[in-house]
């Protein structure tokens, strides 16, 4: 089944040390998403890429790096965790009409320590 | 300005009754979308139903219908025959062409829990 597939589910790190989260799809969507949502919130929108065009939103911190080497694979770094960047982190793919939904990975949980 | 507003933070629905969510949402763009979406404890983000401001019909999927008010910006989800699995957090989010570079980005309400009860 075509899906969207997020590495690690949870994920567990010491205050300040890097992190890599990563996201594959087979939907072969152009445009992918980052999403940071805490406990009883909306998922909040940290970035996406139309292809290779990235767009960062206004107040996502400069501590988030997103890379997408290709269609299929989207990277989320977190230069320097702090406590506050504890979270589910969220992966979703769409095409780019208005109607298109967006399909969701599972998420993967980020502890810091 | 908030542009999608969900009132109810919890609802409890007995088994095999029906339940509405509300949502409202605001735009002045005369072309986008409404989707709702619902997150059970594991977190995954699953869709259930979209809208177009066009949709001259309400939205159906199985047991989840949009009740579709164009005039009063509303976009109620209702949820028929509940069942113990449906017990999750919905979302209702909005796409318009305001909503970010290309149009591509969801706005999310903050939610609504729902419980149902055996």
């Known amino acids: 089944d075509a899906m969207v597939i997020q590495n690690p589910r949870y994920q567990v790190t010491q205050f300040g040390k890097p992190v890599t989260l990563s996201c594959s799809q087979t939907?072969?969507?152009?445009?992918m998403y980052w999403y940071q949502q805490k406990s009883s919130q909306a998922p909040k929108l940290l970035f996406h890429?139309?292809?290779?065009?990235?767009?960062n939103e206004a107040d996502t911190p400069d501590n988030f790096q997103s890379r997408r080497p290709n269609t299929s694979f989207c990277f989320l770094d977190i230069r320097s965790p702090g406590l506050g960047d504890a979270a589910m982190y969220l992966c979703?793919?769409?095409?780019?009409?208005?109607?298109?939904?967006?399909?969701f990975g599972p998420g993967t949980r980020l502890t810091v320590l | 300005a908030q542009k999608i507003t969900q009132t109810q933070p919890g609802m409890f629905v007995q088994e095999k009754e029906a339940v509405t969510l509300d949502c409202t949402y605001d735009?002045?763009?005369?072309?986008?979308?409404l989707f709702w979406y619902k997150q059970p404890s594991s977190g995954e983000m699953i869709f259930l139903i979209y809208?177009?401001?066009?949709?001259?019909q309400n939205a159906t999927e199985g047991r989840y219908s949009l009740n579709f008010q164009k005039a009063r910006k509303s976009a109620n989800l209702v949820i028929s025959a509940s069942q113990l699995g449906d017990s999750a957090m919905y979302f209702c989010?909005?796409?318009?062409?305001?909503?970010?570079?290309?149009?591509?980005?969801?706005?999310f309400g903050k939610g609504t829990k729902l419980s149902v009860i055996p």
């Open positions: 809208q177009g401001s066009y949709d001259q």
């Open positions: 989010a909005m796409r318009d062409n305001f909503s970010g570079a290309g149009s591509y980005q969801l706005t």
């Open positions: 939907l072969n969507h152009n445009v």
């Open positions: 735009t002045s763009d005369p072309s986008y979308g």
């Open positions: 890429y139309y292809d290779k065009d990235f767009n």
């Open positions: 979703a793919t769409s095409r780019e009409g208005l109607a298109d939904e967006q399909f």
